[in-house]
């Protein structure tokens, strides 16, 4: 028996069709990368044209939901956590549940002067390091982040004694570089043949890149870290 979209006061149709779906992605009915019902499915499901379904499915994978691969069908790519990024990816994926395993691809002391003028410092001198996340289970790449620290007496020994637990995080907060605020933007980077190398992904795949700058109370610029995100599990939500 088919069942109709949730009725919301004053949607359309498309949008409650998109609802409707959204409610079972949410409660983890249809999971990560399960194929949603075909289009005509959805079309008797929800007594609706097929151009109607279609602009649901639109509406749908605007919210950050679904993929839809053409001659395939939809696919779910929201895997049903909110990841928190202030308190470091390694511990948000972590606490979001998500399979994820991560690996140093870089950890040295390196000059960088443009950088240094862009951020009003004086010394080039920072702390690189480089991760790499990948999903534990067929090892498809999740993330890059390449932080950038400012050098300070505090970072100097880390190169040589590693991150602390492997982790930015507690390896900034163990030694009293604490983040209070800071500066994000969020856009889109097509990713280089390096870079597709390493995630193995395919060259020019777009991916999200963030550039993220945070501060200590005191206004001291504790990092600078540039992330590219696979879309296929992070998507930009606002509220206001």
Request: with cysteine.
């Amino acid at each position: 028996m088919a069942r109709a979209a949730a009725r919301i006061p004053g949607a359309s149709k498309p949008e409650q069709i998109a609802t409707a779906l959204e409610q079972e992605i949410r409660s983890g009915k249809l999971g990560f990368g399960d194929r949603l019902q075909s289009e005509n499915e959805l079309v008797q499901r929800f007594s609706a044209s097929r151009n109607t379904v279609r602009k649901g499915l639109e509406e749908l994978s605007s919210r950050g939901l679904i993929a839809t691969k053409v001659g395939i069908g939809s696919f779910v790519t929201f895997d049903g956590k909110l990841v928190d990024d202030a308190v470091g990816w390694s511990r948000a994926l972590a606490d979001a549940g998500a399979n994820a395993e991560t690996r140093i691809l870089r950890l040295e002391i390196i000059e960088d002067a443009e950088l240094a003028a862009r951020l009003a410092l004086e010394n080039p001198s920072f702390v690189a390091v480089d991760r790499l996340r990948t999903n534990a289970a067929d090892g498809h790449g999740i993330s890059i982040e390449r932080s950038r620290l400012p050098l300070s007496p505090k970072l100097e020994e880390i190169p040589l004694k590693g991150l602390r637990q492997g982790s930015l995080y507690q390896t900034l907060r163990s030694i009293g570089l604490v983040p209070d605020h800071g500066e994000e933007w969020v856009d889109i980077e097509m990713l280089s043949a390096g870079d597709a190398s390493i995630l193995g992904c395919p060259q020019g795949a777009p991916f999200l890149r963030s550039r993220r700058l945070t501060r200590g109370a005191d206004g001291q610029t504790i990092e600078y870290v540039t992330s590219l995100l696979n879309p296929a599990h992070f998507a930009l939500h606002l509220e206001f």
